[in-house]
C-alpha cells in the first residue's frame, strides 16, 4: 500500500470525523484563517516543486497546451457536472439543498480531482516518494474538519472516492514508470508545481477565476513535451 496515498485518506477521513463531533463550536474566523493558510502553503509547496525543473521552457510549453486542451473539452465544468450528479444521489437528490449539494461537490472535487492530489499519486507510482501527499495530508485533514463542520457526516465518506481516484492514478503511473527519464519527472514536477501555487491562489481567493482543472492535462503532456524538447535540443 503507497504510504503517502493512505495517509492522505485517513487524514481526509479523520478530518470528516473530527469536524462533525466538533461542528458549529469552530467559529468563522478560525475557518477563515485556516482556509488562508491552507492557501499559502499550497502556494509554499508548489514553489518547492518548480525549482527541481530541468527544463523551464518544456514545463512552461506543457502547462500552456494543457491548458488550451482542458479549456476545450471544459474539463472542470464536466468534472463538476460529475461531482454534483454523485453528491445528488449520495444526498437524497431532489430533497437536499442547491446550496448544500454545491458545498459537498466542491470538496468532492477538491479531495479527488486537485491537483495536487493528482500530482502526488503519480508522482509517487513513478517515483516512490509519497512525501507530497503527505504533506498535502495535513491540508486534507484540515480542510475536511471545516467542511464537516459545516456540511455534516457525507464529508468523510468522500474518503472512499479519493481513494479509488488516487490508487487509479499511482497504478497507472506504475506500469510506465520504466519509460520516464529524471529529466522527464523533473519537468513533470514543475508543472505540477505550478498547477499547485495555481491551486493555492484560488483557495486565498487571490486569483478565483482560474479553472485549476482544466490544467491537469499538462501533467500528463508533460512527459511527452519534455522528452521532445531533450531530444530536439539536447538539454
Known amino acids: 500500500m503507497p504510504a503517502g496515498i493512505l495517509t492522505d485518506v485517513v487524514a481526509t477521513l479523520f478530518g470528516g470525523v473530527a ?21 499559502m502553503s499550497a502556494i509554499v509547496m508548489g ?10 521552457s518544456a514545463a512552461i510549453l506543457s502547462l500552456l497546451i494543457g491548458a488550451v486542451l482542458g479549456e476545450t473539452i471544459r474539463l472542470e465544468d464536466r468534472v ?17 439543498a442547491p446550496s448544500y449539494l454545491a458545498a459537498v461537490s466542491a470538496a468532492l472535487v477538491l479531495f479527488c480531482f486537485g491537483g495536487t492530489g493528482w500530482f502526488g499519486a503519480l508522482n509517487e507510482g513513478i517515483t516512490g516518494d509519497g ?3 503527505v504533506t498535502k495530508s495535513i491540508l486534507d485533514c484540515v480542510t ?3 467542511f464537516a463542520a459545516i456540511h455534516g457526516k457525507l464529508i468523510p465518506l468522500l474518503s472512499i472516492p479519493e481513494f479509488c481516484v488516487l490508487m487509479t492514478l499511482y ?7 520504466p519509460l520516464i527519464t529524471p529529466e522527464m519527472t523533473a519537468d513533470f514536477s514543475a508543472v505540477g508545481g505550478i498547477i499547485t501555487i495555481t491551486a493555492g491562489l484560488r483557495l486565498t481567493k487571490i486569483k478565483t477565476d482560474i479553472k485549476v482543472l482544466n490544467l491537469l492535462p499538462a501533467l500528463i503532456l508533460s512527459f511527452i513535451v519534455s522528452a521532445l524538447w531533450t531530444a530536439f535540443t539536447g538539454a
Open 19 to 39: 469536524g462533525c463531533l466538533l461542528g458549529d463550536r469552530i467559529s468563522d474566523r478560525y475557518k477563515n484563517l485556516l482556509n488562508n493558510m491552507l492557501g
Open 47 to 56: 514553489i518547492t516543486l518548480v525549482v527541481k525543473v530541468h527544463s523551464l
Open 80 to 96: 463538476n457536472h460529475v461531482a454534483a450528479s454523485i453528491t445528488a444521489r449520495i444526498a437524497g437528490g431532489a430533497d437536499a
Open 131 to 133: 512525501s507530497m501527499l
Open 144 to 146: 475536511a474538519c471545516i
Open 171 to 177: 497504478l497507472i503511473s506504475g506500469t510506465v514508470s
